[in-house]
């Protein structure tokens, strides 16, 4: 769904003669030993206060709407257990730094968030959810997304291959798409949480392939409006490859509308070796991994790994008290103590919660935000001016 047409020359440096290839049809399910999410920086005071207001807004919260635009005959029901479980540290943080930190904005996007995962079909587990594998099954069948390795960050890494589109443009392909985001974030190891986006425009022969186009505009506002109001601060990187010129010429005529910040993850045209260890990429981008995408071996199997995930993830938030605002670090981990303690209502209507939070901030490395080098060209470099030609390829 996020083809633009064919590539005239493949980017990628890949050794065609790699002696070292290990044979893999199915998803990693753990980073590299020798990779770990970068540490977190600590928030300042002023941020712990807005923190621990959207998160006390959230213990107090009686009811939440069951669609994402009330009307006068609209319901709304409690939040769920697996919702309280969704409500957690990292996610009211995620949310803030999306609204600049505005406390009000950022409760309403996150209850925005619950209600269209409920609407949407994706706010129960596995099979009870209406968006699930069987519903999208049909849509991977030639591998057109794959979870597949992790990158540098310990980021788990999501493909997008838009030359093996099997099916016409559709909602279950939006539906897809949601559903590859869901299961991609199971993966997630305890420290980070936000995925690396790889996307291949190589054209592919595959068998029922449609090949590449551009969707349609009701498609695109759609995909763009949940990316942007229900995935915050999810894309980690983005590393586009093979472009072809229907693809860079539609990418700097919407240049202007990304957010700045998102423009700065965007990587062009830059070998995936530079960015995930050889050991987890496949060969076909100068990797060690000998992958062929069976869909009868990878899909059970991607989503029997993303089913044990989730369910050892409520496992612990059950554990450990079964409360809004616990840590996706002590959920997605091993540990058998916390480490991110969660906040009380009677903790933060005593004043005690800010003095809390310091204590276990100030336990953290003091390192700040990650410095992996990033060699390729990012969007701010190339992504600069669109010609009359390019223009007009894009709009026929």
Not at 203 to 211: E, I, L, T
Not at 288 to 293: A, G, P, R
Not at 304 to 314: A, D, G, R
Not at 329 to 345: E, I, Q
Request: net charge negative.
């Amino acid at each position: 769904m996020f083809g633009f047409g064919r590539k005239k020359e493949d980017k990628q440096d890949v050794d065609k003669k790699n002696v070292n290839l290990v044979e893999r049809r199915v998803p990693f399910e753990h980073p590299s030993d020798d990779i770990s999410p970068p540490a977190e920086k600590p928030l300042t005071k002023e941020q712990q206060e807005k923190y621990i207001l959207v998160l006390k807004h959230f213990l107090t919260v009686k009811e939440i709407s069951d669609v994402e635009k009330k009307t006068a005959s609209s319901t709304s029901s409690p939040l769920t257990e697996i919702e309280k479980a969704w409500l957690t540290r990292e996610c009211f943080l995620r949310y803030l730094r999306a609204t600049k930190w505005i406390v009000q904005d950022a409760i309403d996007r996150i209850e925005g968030t619950l209600s269209w995962r409920r609407e949407f079909g994706i706010s129960k587990i596995g099979a009870d959810n209406t968006v699930n594998a069987e519903l999208t099954a049909p849509e991977n069948e030639t591998g057109k997304e794959l979870i597949l390795g992790f990158d540098n960050g310990a980021r788990p890494c999501l493909y997008l291959k838009p030359g093996r589109q099997n099916t016409a443009t559709s909602h279950r392909q939006v539906q897809h798409l949601v559903f590859m985001l869901e299961s991609v974030i199971n993966y997630m190891p305890p420290g980070q949480d936000s995925l690396a986006l790889l996307i291949d425009f190589k054209a592919h022969k595959v068998p029922g392939g449609k090949g590449s186009k551009i969707p349609p505009v009701g498609t695109g506002r759609e995909v763009l409006h949940i990316l942007q109001q229900h995935y915050p601060e999810r894309l980690g990187r983005a590393y586009l490859v093979n472009i072809p010129t229907l693809a860079w010429a539609f990418l700097k005529i919407i240049h202007p509308f990304i957010d700045p910040l998102t423009r700065e993850k965007l990587i062009f045209d830059q070998p995936f070796v530079n960015y995930v260890p050889v050991n987890q990429l496949d060969k076909e981008f100068g990797g060690n991994v000998d992958f062929e995408y069976d869909h009868e071996v990878y899909w059970p199997k991607m989503n029997e790994i993303s089913l044990t995930k989730q369910k050892s993830y409520m496992e612990r938030f059950n554990k450990f008290g079964g409360v809004i605002g616990l840590s996706e670090v002590d959920l997605r981990g091993t540990n058998d103590d916390l480490k991110f303690p969660a906040l009380t209502l009677d903790e933060i209507e005593q004043g005690a919660a800010e003095e809390k939070l310091s204590k276990m901030i100030s336990e953290l490395s003091v390192a700040s935000q990650e410095t992996i080098p990033i060699k390729g060209e990012k969007a701010s470099e190339i992504l600069t001016s669109v010609t009359k030609e390019e223009e007009t390829a894009v709009n026929a």
